[in-house]
């Protein structure tokens, strides 16, 4: 009958400038669905170069190595008899555009830029990439290169669509799904049945829900067929890319991919019925458009063939949706085994204090090792390659999680005089239970070392404040301590394996949350300076709820005691052997506070006023407004005067919205006027005349 097709979208792991590595991924995939039966194959956002290659994306060679791997793909008989829908920057008239490139047969359908920029948050698309106007279709003149394969002098270029013998197929770019004013919507109105959408779109806690409604949504009120296609893993930045390709129709998804894998190529394939998309529409009473129809590229092609009555369709799936702690446990794993596997790096080396921060980035690392041994057990030679370079040795084979661990992370407690025996405790027990590599290491001779030369300099001996010391001596001989700690790190991390008699050296892992950022709670160049963070973007509250996932999932008792204790820096002498510093008292707010503050700046747009505005709302069961003011303004002093930190913040895996991660996500400056004295003058303004009115208020009641 013709009537049902097979259609394509994937998952690829591509790289930054990786282009042959991305070449080879791309045919991977265009080979799997060709091998189900696909006649259409889908690929994420400027697979060919990598989505992450930012300012490379101005340089001439970049767009010339795209071409040079465009023609390699229309070369290859792999894409024969197929619709290939790749992503490359492509210039035209001097523009330079964020393009899909569709081809068949070593013809060049069409090239369709992309719309709608992202310009928010992470995204900086109009650094590099010019805006599409809606409907506009010119001649694109190709290359040489491209003519001699191709036969083709011009093609389409714009925003059009294709029309096979059976069918419409319209393109949709990442960030036009997510706006007010998705092409999907005018191309329904206009007969397009099938919609896809390449996307290099980024994992954030609890983001997935989003996205899968947004597919829902775009064909539960058009009808039609969406293919979704995205990104995975680190492209060679901050930014974990989660994959999840998918497949839906009239309102239900039909077909889904992981959200978090280690596989490098994932292809999901569905077959569909479009006769279900024109019923759909017609009882719907769909009508068509008043505006300017798509200009329609015809294709001597279908994608459904006439003996289809027996090919079964794909039926509606109940999507898969992970919890907060599942996607702390799998996210940032997955990005650390990128980061491994493509620094040539032997491994991690983490101090761990035995906190929460700390013994989060730990659960972190065994959980990647879980996935690792579980791709390996699954027959991922990939992984298993990657993981026999990482240690050195070709014959190896991981079986167990601690045996992996054992092999590729190193824990360090460093110990000073001021740290207490049930952190050391807490700290040993966690590393037995995961299978790291575990050493204590005691700082005191090298914080005595440097304090000598000190007072050998200065004939000045500072004390802390316990000991009759002032402030600042009490600051300096804390940041002292920490910043040893940070040294030794990276010694140990350079030469620990040699000392053991094995090849490479190790990446430093820093452990401060997103809340500690945000205030800058932690000494600049302390043990919190890493080579990369996979908590930095994570608030406290998530990170305690995460390890209490991690007793059950992973059977790691020792992380009961590590959150029962309060949150410590150890940094200031014991009384009576107990420790008398706790970061809350320290910092002078809780953590759950900081973590609204953070949403309200960020997601909210809040300077000090509007947020006291708010807070007074939010807290008053528990704080006066006066007490609300007093930590308004206390959150914008401390942010303020610490604010230059985020400019040498460890590099962290991106997972909460409100992370303050300087000229990256966060575009702020870090030099203030930490008075703030307009901004507090208004507070107290409102604070005086809320107490004025209470009394009125009472003697009228």
Known sequence: MGRKVTLATC??????????????????????AKSRGAKYRLGPELDICGYGCADHFHESDTQLHCFEVLQKLLESPETQDIICDVGMPVMHHNVRYNCRVLFLNKKILLIRPKVVMAQSGN???????????????????????????????????????????DTCIGTEMCEELWNSHSPHISMSLDGIEIFTNSSASHHALRKADDRINLLKSATIKCGGIYLYSNQRGCDGDRLYYDGCPMVAINGEVVAQGAQFSLDDVEVVTATLD?????SYRGAMHHTSQDSEPYHRVRVDFALSSHDDIIIPTHEPITCHHYSAEEEISLGPACWLWDYLRRSGQGG??????????SSSTACIVYSMCVLVCRAVQDGDQQVLKDVRRIVGDESYYPQEPNELCAHIFTTCYMA???????????????????????????????????LGIFSLVTKSSPRFTVNGGSRRENLALQNLQARVRMVLAYLFAQLSLWSRGRPGGLLVLGSANVDESLTGYFTKYDCSSADINPIGGISKTDLKSFLQYCVGRFQLSALSGILAAPPTAELEPLKDGQVAQTDEADMGITYSELSVIGRLRKIYKCGPYSMFCKLIHLWRDVLSVAEVGQKVKHFFRMYSVNRHKMTTVTPSYHAESYSPDDNRFDLRPFLYNASWSWQFRSIDREISGISASKPEQEAAS
């Not at 792991?13 to 265009?30: E, K, M, T, V, Y």
């Not at 109009?126 to 290169?145: A, H, I, N, Q, T």
């Not at 991690?348 to 929460?356: A, N």
């Open 274 to 278: 479009l006769e279900d998309v024109r």
């Open 11 to 32: 998952s690829l792991d591509q790289w930054a400038l990786d282009f042959d590595g991305n070449l080879l991924r791309i045919l991977h995939s265009i080979k799997l």
């Open 123 to 165: 995204y900086r698309e109009m650094r590099w990439f010019s805006p599409w106007k809606e409907r506009r279709v010119d001649e694109y003149f190709l290359p040489r290169m491209i003519q001699q394969v191709t036969g083709q002098v011009t093609v389409p270029f714009g925003d059009c669509v294709l029309s096979t013998n």
């Open 348 to 357: 991690f080396l983490l101090p761990l204090s035995g906190g929460v921060d």
């Open 416 to 450: 000073s005089e001021n740290s207490s025996e049930e952190t050391r405790n807490r700290a040993k027990d966690l590393a037995a239970q995961i299978g790291s590599y575990h050493l204590n290491i005691n700082i005191d001779a090298a914080v005595t070392g440097i």
